[in-house]
Nanobody, 128 residues
Framework: QVQLVESGGGLVQAGGSLTLSCAAS????????MAWFRQAPGKEREFVAA????????????YYSDSVKGRFTISLDNAKNTVYLQMNSLKPEDTAVYYC?????????????????WGQGTQVTVSS
């Protein structure tokens, strides 16, 4: 069983930055894909970014949606069992509830049903 708890959301002006954290308990990251999704009011939950912990010298594998590529960075701290989402150059359209997700799988998927574990979400509001 994996429990995920997000934190770090808040209100920020356009162009600003926020860092979201997702603390995982119950398991380590080994063998898991960790992801961030977001859901704006009246919209479907959408994929934001995902990461697979490195199993070799090649480093962690990451993948981003086109809408956040170059602005957001996902990273892992294995010692703290925490995954982060650094968000820079925020735009009003980034306003949403951000969810952390995880699943034991061989590779990254952007599909919501590819993840069996979810956090409760944290609100990010970007004002113009």
């Amino acid at each position: 069983q994996v429990q995920l708890v997000e934190s770090g959301g808040g209100l920020v002006q356009a162009g600003g930055s926020l860092t979201l954290s997702c603390a995982a308990s119950g398991r380590t990251f080994s063998g898991y894909v960790m992801a961030w999704f977001r859901q704006a009011p009246g919209k479907e939950r959408e994929f934001v970014a995902a990461i697979v912990a490195a199993i070799s010298w090649s480093g962690d594998s990451t993948y981003y949606s086109d809408s956040v590529k170059g602005r957001f960075t996902i990273s892992l701290d294995n010692a703290k069992n925490t995954v982060y989402l650094q968000m820079n150059s925020l735009k009003p359209e980034d306003t949403a509830v951000y969810y952390c997700a995880a699943d034991r799988r061989a590779g990254i998927t952007t599909r919501r049903n590819g993840y069996g574990y979810w956090g409760q979400g944290t609100q990010v509001t970007v004002s113009s």
